[in-house]
């Protein structure tokens, strides 16, 4: 399978400890997203990189929350001190955006968080 | 914050078309509209996207009005498997990221 993947897909941890996601995009694409979604709404921007800089991050990213792509291929994004606010699916996208290239988003299947 | 309105919810009848609309009064004259659906429990889906040109693929066809300001999502054929969100996005061809809004939730009936 060459989709964009996410690891792991399920994690319940308690309030106060740290969680790490990893994301590995399609190999070839130079953008990758970070998107919160919560239930019945839709996806929320929170950061997206190009190749290993991180280019643009939204308000919704509190200093708990750090987003990192060393080498310009996966992707980890990891919270601190969890809260129960912080339960919702965490989808990471990528895109290869060029001349030829539209740059429509190819999303995984998410990490789900629970804190309890 | 989003720049497209859409009705909260559809149904449609299974092997009947679906037609779910979008506003986009406010987009500009570089930006695309594209469609994307999400089934339950899993990450959104590209459908297809336009600039002013209707366009079709394998999965759908999308109408854009001549004035830019409003479009048209077609399921040709809807299956149950079609039953999703669907939501429409206006994004430049080279921004930054796509803004999602709360989409249209179709049920397919069969």
């Given amino acids: 399978d060459t989709g ?14 740290n969680v790490t996601f990893r ?15 919560t239930l019945g709404q839709g996806p929320e921007f929170l950061t997206y990189f190009q190749n290993e800089a991180q280019l643009e991050k939204s308000r919704l990213l509190s200093d708990r929350f750090s987003a990192e792509r060393p080498k310009g291929s996966f992707s980890t994004l990891e919270i601190q001190r969890t809260e129960q606010g ?10 290869l955006v060029g001349t030829l290239n539209t740059g429509e988003l190819f999303f995984g299947e998410g990490s789900r968080l629970t804190v309890l | 914050d989003a720049k497209t309105t859409q ?9 009947r078309a679906a037609n779910l609309p979008c506003n986009h009064s406010t987009i500009s004259g570089n930006e695309y509209v594209y469609w994307y ?29 001549e004035d830019r300001k409003s479009s048209t999502l077609i399921l040709p054929h809807a299956t149950l498997r079609d039953t999703a969100v669907y939501y429409c996005i206006v994004r430049a061809y080279y921004g930054q990221n796509f803004v999602f809004g709360p989409g249209t939730r179709l049920s397919v009936l069969p």
């Fill in chain 1, 23 to 37: 994301c590995d995009p399609i190999s070839e694409h130079n953008r990758l997203y970070w998107y919160r979604q």
């Fill in chain 2, 7 to 15: 009705p909260p919810s559809m149904d449609c009848a299974e092997g």
């Fill in chain 2, 37 to 65: 659906r999400q089934i339950h429990s899993q990450g959104p889906q590209y459908i297809i996207h336009g600039l002013k040109n209707n366009e079709t693929n394998e999965m759908a066809s999308l109408i854009i009005t």
């Fill in chain 1, 4 to 17: 964009v993947s996410q690891d792991p897909r399920h994690k319940i941890t308690k309030r106060g400890q």
């Fill in chain 1, 86 to 95: 912080d339960s919702a699916m965490y989808l990471c996208a990528s895109s």
